[in-house]
């Protein structure tokens, strides 16, 4: 498996993160569904557990993920291998809606300090790999004391390196500010078949950057429905997919799988899976595709796609994006 640097850290991490939002359980906000299917924690652990045991040590979660709750169970995992892991979390999302209905946010000095610390206590540890802004605005910017304090506590080790999880509207814009924020080590951006127009901006940003940017990949398989796609009829009300998902859905990632000269079936799941993070990382602009797991299945199909060393094959990935761009636009 090819690892790559995780600026400012001294790690080196793999392909695959493992995405975590999914472990939190279900989560209502304001009357929206933003969680997934509850888990049971003893069965949570045990996924972490399983990456860890393969090398797969790269986590990603957030506050926000079942409000605490993901935070707490990947705690639980690491605990005793604290060593063998690299923790990403983010902050910044309340549990709650603002006035236009979406979920409201804060990023003062008084909320980062509050936030990262009761992270380091659920997550069971004295230091944060990688601490991300969580959907920041671009206002955040112009805030010097936050970034002070930011870098404060880099130099105090409770964290060793700042990320912003960008909104879809800043990731696939070429000309945002956030690009040329100094002092941010990683960039979390959507990145999929389905992400669209979302899925070039990061490419173009890579080689206009000085340097490299490390971009972190999320929603690889859109929550799993361009592996198993599925109408909103097979998701429970406290299932987020529920309303992400749609019958032109379905049909349009069966016509993406199958337009290609060699189709690829919905089983074994596997070889799906395996495509789409050749479509992320043979971009040449992903340095680890973030994937969220449920389960153990899905931990040991990500392990044995981490040892292909097609993964960051060029040529497949651009017949893949010439696919997307004509079946998703
Ligand atoms: N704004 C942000 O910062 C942000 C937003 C979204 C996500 N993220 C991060 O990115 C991570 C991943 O994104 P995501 O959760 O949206 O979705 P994803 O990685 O695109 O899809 C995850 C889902 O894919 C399915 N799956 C995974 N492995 C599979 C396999 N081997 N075979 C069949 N199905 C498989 C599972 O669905 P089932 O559970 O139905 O089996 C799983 O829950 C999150 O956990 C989180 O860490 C960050």
Known sequence: MLRVALPGTGCVVPPVTIGTWGLGGPQDIGGQALGWPALGDSLARSVIRAALDE??????????YGQGRSEEIVGLAVSGRRADAVLASKWGLLPKLDDQGNVDRTFSVAHLTDSLHASLRRLRTDYIDLYQLHGPPRTVLDQDELWLTLESFRQAGKIRSVGVSLRSSDARNPESPWWR??????????????????????????EAREGRPFLLARSVLHHGLLVSPRGPAAFTDVDHRHDKTSDDLVDRVEEFWSSHATPVPPEPAAARVKALLNFALGSGAISSAIVGVTSTEHVRVLAEAVQDDQLRDSVRSRQLHATAARVFG
Request: aromatic content about 12%; glycine content about 12%; overall charge negative.
């Open 55 to 64: 090398g797969l040590n790269f986590i990603d979660t957030a506050d926000f």
């Open 181 to 206: 924020c100094p002092g941010i080590d990683v960039w979390q951006v959507p990145y999929s078949p389905v992400a669209g127009k979302e899925t070039v901006g990061p490419r173009r940003l890579a």
